[in-house]
């Protein structure tokens, strides 16, 4: 199970620090990614973390802005968000691939979904 938090109102060129803690399973063992869905859009990858924390993955509209980093013995995988835009708007999900498949920016590789947590950055 997966509990996103985090999210919220803020102004654009604000941060957030989004966090998910990870209940039950192997938390360790699994890449952990996070996508969005804006309204009226499909969910799109924004970034992911191998379960060792080596290696790490952005989409180019959140490259040098987004931060993903995990903490093992917490549970918890983290997503600082800087220099928002009014476009990060999006129900933002946290997501874990116990396999770590082979394309880390499809959803379909993700098994476990947290429920989501709003942010919107207005202009």
């Known amino acids: 199970q997966l509990q996103a938090s985090g999210g919220g109102l803020v102004q654009a060129g604000g941060s957030l620090r989004l966090s998910c803690v990870a209940s039950?399973?192997?938390?360790?063992?699994?890449?952990m990614g996070w996508f969005r869905q804006a309204p009226g859009k499909e969910r799109e990858f924004v970034t992911a973390?191998?379960?060792?924390?080596?290696?790490?993955y952005y989409a180019d509209s959140v490259k040098g802005r987004f931060t993903i980093s995990r903490d093992n013995a917490k549970n918890t995988v983290s997503l600082q968000m800087n220099s928002l835009k009014p476009e990060d708007t999006a129900v933002y999900h946290c997501?874990?691939?116990?396999?770590?498949?082979?394309?880390?920016?499809?959803?379909?590789?993700?098994?476990?979904w947290g429920q989501g947590t709003q942010v919107t950055v207005s202009s």
């Open positions: 039950g399973g192997t938390f360790r063992r699994y890449r």
């Open positions: 997501a874990a691939d116990p396999y770590a498949g082979p394309d880390v920016t499809m959803s379909y590789e993700y098994y476990h």
């Open positions: 973390i191998t379960s060792s924390g080596g290696s790490t």
